[in-house]
């Protein structure tokens, strides 16, 4: 893990970017005690969502915890995926057509960036856990859905999940949602244009763990209501503290 | 109002049981300042409902608000209805044979005790804000989440709603949930044994507000998770205070 930059916000948050295996990311640090990391997960773009990001990253360290994010393949500054490009053209057009999305477009969309993705968070929480003052349990919170979903089942660092229902999910990714047992917190736009709200619920329902809570809120997909950051602080609070 | 019985609970919450028109209450005070009034919905039977009423109601004293409830039409003490035993029979019948409840069914039975019950309800509002330190604005928290819908289209009063979806809901009040426009939490059992999860999310849907939400939880009708009385605290310290 290659440190590329770090300052200090008006708040006192430690903000330092970094460069792991060639994967852009952001760390954010209180300079107190040691914390449990929160992975914030995002549609892709880094720079795009930068401003999102830390606005989360601040809450996150506010209530205790270090904040991180990785890019996401073929997004930002990433080399392009040419099978991506072509998958999220074909869903858009099916969408502006008003056709059915089929599910081999899903799963060209996402089965390849759920399969590159999560073994880069897994090496990535390898890297800052190492880090002093970071430290488990780790949380993971935002979309995309399918990644946090597969990295439930397969990281066992993981401790607890928020996971943002915003974007279309692959069948095989609802099948192995049974596997999940960590306590989970699902945010559902109701309205979102982009999501499709009967996947959303299937996938709630497949998901295996025990404790596992929806909120779903009218409007669209950026329009999460204020207070659900404040049930965000208060879900974390009871599984990573 | 004709007040029954009075008397001070161990942790000083003034419980005052009354019979209005004939119809059995109780009323959960504090001594202090004026409190909005939250009145706590149920699905009949005070006496069988009384220590799921009083832990709410204690919460609701706690939180700066009083809270009063009913008896239902044809529950507990008060006269049956030979038209909502018939249905409930047949819903008991369609259920145990595993096949689908016919509409005319959950509106042979739920119809009328809208019908009956909201205008109760009402008359208890204006009976209940007429005493010393209680005062708008209303809220209404629980099932039978039919009466709830009713009652937040036609009672002014009424300032915000805590539905718990748990029960049969006709299509006649489906359509009505369009014109509710206070701010809503809806609960959801995801595994309600007793409830119909299309249903309830077909009513989430159709309710008109613009801020409404939806907590959906594992478990079944009565497994209601302790942090959501946390968040139903939050949600009228929002509205009512």
Redesign the interface.
Known sequence: MHLTAARRLDDGVDERTFILDGIPGVLWTSGSAPAPLILLGHPGGLSRMYPRLVARARRCVAQGYAAATLELPGCGERPRSAVADEARADLRRAVQAGEPVADEIVDRLVLPLVEQAVPECRAALDALLALPGIEGPVGYAGGVISVGVRLAVVEPRLAAALLFAGSYVPRRIVEEARQVTVPLLVLLQ?DDEGNDRRMA?DL??ALG??????????GGHTGV?E?EG??AD?FFA?HLT
């Open positions: 109701w619920l709630f329902d763990s025990t404790e596992k809570t929806l909120h779903a809120n009218t209501p207070f404040d049930d208060r009871r």
